[in-house]
């Protein structure tokens, strides 16, 4: 172990999380020089940067995502790969998040830090699954982080949904879901449950669905929503951006069920308020369990706490005899919300 301590090298400004001897910001909510970018999310690819580094999937990403706001110059890491950047060495690891999502590990005079972006341990058919890195600080993530948040299967979620359409067949099922990651789990849940029928996706959905075929990622027969013939869409399975389920668009639908994936779901007054008769626990975070587990088993003993609801995860961390920390980052929002 290091004798210095790690708020001396990785510090937090306005930025975000900035690696002092790499002279580089970890997710920055801005335009930086140098950015290591964990995943194309929008609240950590931000637009704007001149030089990012990130598996090639994410850069990807961010190129069809960002378009003129990508960055200028990429690096591409695959996962596993150690790389010298400026007095660090930095290697990525995957987070089980979305496609190409990483953790990223920073060494530094024999300290190992790791942040985690956002992760999951559960079972995700589109990306490389979460790997455990031991370390000696770990910088997570804490959407869910309340002993209430349990995700359970995803896939007994996704044959809720198979039943309803059986039980419905002439009600469009239309299930809101966000567009990159949440979008295409949910086709290839629905493809290992043996639904083989064509998907209808809105048109928001199309680019991402295609960017995780690009990389091998096969979702099987999508059709597009818009424009399609009342009588196909009866009984069909439309997927919809999370805003679109509540509006117009979805009121030309036959007969539309709503039916929302995602981790709040959860909470059972927050599908009502918001009229999903068909609420699906299925979130692309860790939940209470998997957060307190990963902690426990990456070794650390200090915890930096990110995104989220830092509290209860902070009292947990203090009752295991770890050092806890809440890191104010600016700019982060659950992209479910
Ligand atoms: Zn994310
Ligand atoms: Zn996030």
Known sequence: MSVLRFDQWLTVDARGLYCRPGGFYVDPNGAVSHAVVTHGHSDHARPGHAAALATRETLAIMDARLGEGAPRRNQALPYGEPLSVGDVTVTLYPAGHVLGSAQVLIEYKGARAV??????????????????????????????????????????????????????????????????????????????????????????????????ESFGVALGPLMPATGAAKDALKGAIVLAPPSAIADRWSRRLPDPLTAFASGWMRVRARGRQQGIELPLVISDHADWRELTETIAETDAEEIWVTHGREDALLHHIATTGRRGRALALVGREDEDQ
Do not use: N, W
């Not at 910088?139 to 007994?156: K, M, S, W």
């Open 115 to 212: 942040v985690s972006g956002d992760y999951k341990r559960g079972a995700d058919p589109t990306c490389v699954p979460f790997e455990l890195v031991p370390c000696d600080l770990f910088i997570t993530e804490a959407t869910f982080a309340l002993p209430v948040f349990q995700h359970g299967d995803a896939a007994a979620e996704v044959a809720k949904l198979v039943t309803s359409v059986a039980q419905f067949p002439k009600r469009a099922h239309v299930v809101g879901a966000y567009g990159l990651g949440k979008t295409q789990r949910m086709i290839a849940l629905l493809r290992e449950a043996g639904y083989d029928r064509p998907i209808f996706i809105h048109g928001a959905l199309q680019a991402c669905c295609d960017l995780y």
